[in-house]
Nanobody, 121 residues
Framework: QVQLVESGGGLVQPGGSLRLSCAASGSIFSIGSMGWYRQAPGKQRELVAVITSSGSTNYADSLKGRFTISRDNAKNTVYLQMNTLKPEDTAVYYC???????????????WGQGTQVTVSS
């Protein structure tokens, strides 16, 4: 099994910054893509950003320029640097990891438990 532990959420004022972390552990043979999603109250979960094992990134169009995703492959950790935060960024942020548990598989997508980000004055 693969466990994901997220950290870094909290309350921040508009214009502030936060850095989220998500560390994967357990029976991991390899990790492919790692990403962040978010879900605001009453809304569907949406993609924030994703990064491949080679470092290619993709962002939600509305977040380009403010959010930066990165990863440390040696630590099986993905980060999300969030700058110039706005009240509409308030949501539960979830990490998502595509992992292979052995050389022969299976591969699955795993979800973290979520971390609350609240942007408010």
């Amino acid at each position: 099994q693969v466990q994901l532990v997220e950290s870094g959420g909290g309350l921040v004022q508009p214009g502030g910054s936060l850095r989220l972390s998500c560390a994967a552990s357990g029976s991991i043979f390899s990790i492919g893509s790692m990403g962040w999603y978010r879900q605001a109250p009453g809304k569907q979960r949406e993609l924030v950003a994703v990064i491949t094992s080679s470092g290619s990134t993709n962002y939600a169009d509305s977040l380009k320029g403010r959010f930066t995703i990165s990863r440390d492959n040696a630590k099986n950790t993905v980060y999300l640097q969030m700058n110039t935060l706005k009240p509409e960024d308030t949501a539960v942020y979830y990490c998502n990891v595509h992992a292979l548990v052995s050389k022969l598989g299976p591969d699955n997508y795993y979800w973290g438990q979520g971390t609350q980000v609240t942007v408010s004055s």
